[in-house]
């Protein structure tokens, strides 16, 4: 006997991708339905080998479904989410609209998995931030051993984070580089993104961060520790799918860099590719389809005592998105909606 699953905004980047991630990971659904805005309707999507075509998420009764999976961004969600909840469908959000509420719990489970029992509270779950996901499960098992102080990193992320506005941007725009008679203008982005970077991601904040920098703080905080320090820079690259991260810890004690590696060769959903050699580490083109977080350029950090450098890159709308969402689905199922 399987789960009743919805997924809400599947003809988006990361709602396709949920499908695909729950066909290939054999989640035991014995009912899929594909759900989107009236505009959609009636759109095919994949499931496995079969094809669904998508309903009207407007008045859809969610009695009787188990899990949805939601991709529809935050004022849907605020919508729609509570509706699901109320019929008794657990929701697994993908927006930002519930990570900082305190009893809603914000889910990697590689790093927290025992707090998706508080689902109980008002029946829905969080998926972190894209450029958070990765870096606390890179993070999480070198805390375990040495407790980490401080946090400095530098993100490299790819344009498909802010959907495929910003990818059909990035291809118009690169294509125009090479017409001469043709011009793009920045429309999802503040400036050009072709062949250059954008240190902008999200609004601007009172002390000069950026929305999505204060996100990665309060996510981390929320899901490793509340007593890690963290500091971010977010950073829009010429890149269509794999988000990158320049990451400096800080620890309590001395933690090796051989340690540290070997520490991260053994973490769940880590894959450490890291030899001091061309070619030796994973760009984020290597990483798209994959699910893993990979880690590379481990270094001790010889400018303070206790640090360590590495560089953590991983497919965003996997493991950053559809991935994660449904691996809190499993975690869900195998903790507290065990069936058959």
């Given amino acids: 006997m399987g789960y009743k699953v919805v997924v809400a905004g599947a003809t988006g980047n990361v709602g396709r991708e949920m499908l695909n991630i729950l066909a290939e990971r054999e989640f035991p659904a014995d009912e899929v339905v594909a759900l989107a805005s009236r505009r959609s309707l009636g759109t095919e999507v994949s499931y496995g080998d079969k094809t669904l075509k998508t309903k009207d998420i407007e008045g859809f009764d969610f009695t009787g479904y188990d899990i949805a999976l939601f991709a529809i961004g935050s004022e849907p969600t605020k919508k729609y989410a509570p509706i699901a909840a109320s019929q008794g469908c657990v929701v697994i959000d993908n927006s930002s609209l519930y990570r900082y509420d305190p009893e809603i719990p914000l889910v990697v489970p590689e790093v927290n998995p025992e707090a998706v029992e508080m689902y109980k509270n008002k029946n829905i779950i969080a998926n972190p931030n894209c450029s958070t996901a990765q870096l606390v499960v890179a993070l999480k098992p070198l805390h375990d051993r040495a407790k980490i102080k401080r946090v400095v990193v530098a993100t490299y992320q790819s344009v498909s984070g802010a959907g495929k506005e910003g990818m059909d941007e990035l291809w118009d725009q690169t294509k125009a580089v090479y017409n001469p008679t043709s011009d793009v203008p920045p429309k999802k982005f503040t400036k050009e993104i072709a062949f250059n970077v954008i240190p902008h991601i999200d609004v601007f904040m009172e002390d000069g961060s950026t929305k999505e920098e204060w996100k990665m703080v309060a996510e981390t905080k929320k899901i490793v520790d ?115």
């Fill in 226 to 340: 509340p007593k890690i320090k963290l500091t971010a820079t977010c950073v829009r690259v010429p890149v269509f799918v794999g988000h990158s991260e320049a990451v400096n810890i800080e620890f309590e004690e001395f933690l090796d860099e051989d340690e540290a590696r070997d520490i991260l060769r053994e973490a769940p959903g880590v894959m450490v590719i890291d030899k001091r050699e061309n070619g030796g580490y994973i760009t984020p083109k290597e990483c798209v389809g994959d699910y893993a977080t990979f880690i590379s350029r481990i270094r001790q950090d010889s400018t303070i005592d206790n640090g360590i450098n590495l560089w953590c890159v991983s497919d965003n709308l996997r493991k950053g998105a559809a991935l994660n969402a449904v691996q809190i689905a499993e975690t869900l199922g195998n903790r507290c909606l065990k069936k058959g």
